[in-house]
């Protein structure tokens, strides 16, 4: 199983990308219907659909959540992953990127209570572009960027 984060979602799902990203776009579509041919279960945290439903008009969000409900395994914040992510907060990578950025205390709380959930969860990997998940997942769990799946292109031979 495969956790996603929020920014594979908003690219990947949502269609949206912020100037300089448009190519992450069709990248996570890429990757998503990838790993869906290949049978890779992928799982959104909890958290991850708070994060990319938050902007939108209802109608968008409305179908943005009935295909989030229906593609993926959506994983709950339970009382194993609070724990899990209790610990990584008290972690020294949070605390350092505390020291030298305090206004990033509630982006490290979601980071590690979506590191934790896929930690709980087993997940193989995390696929997250946050400069600060590696960090504070610890080596727990591998977090890596999304891997570029080039498009299978039609060949063309002389006649």
Avoid: N
């Avoid at 448009?22 to 909890?46: C, F, N, T, W």
């Avoid at 997942?137 to 891997?147: G, K």
């Amino acid at each position: 199983m495969v956790c996603l984060d929020t920014h594979v979602i908003i690219w990947g799902i949502k269609g949206e990308a912020s100037q300089g990203q448009e190519a992450m776009v069709q990248r996570a579509k890429s990757y998503i219907r990838h790993q869906d041919e290949q049978g890779i279960d992928l799982m959104v945290p909890a958290p991850v659909v708070a994060e990319a439903m938050i902007r939108g008009d209802v109608d968008q969000l409305r179908t943005i959540r009935t295909i989030i409900e229906r593609s993926f395994f959506i994983a709950a914040f339970d009382s194993p992953a609070a724990f899990i992510a209790a610990e990584l907060e008290r972690g020294r990578g949070a605390a350092k990127l505390l020291e030298e950025r305090k206004d990033l205390r509630r982006h490290i709380r979601i980071d590690a209570q979506i590191a934790a959930i896929a930690i709980v969860q087993k997940a193989e990997v995390i696929i997250s572009h946050d400069p600060h998940m590696r960090t504070i997942a610890q080596d727990r769990i591998p977090v890596i960027e999304l891997p570029d799946i080039p498009e299978q292109g039609s060949l063309e031979f002389p006649q």
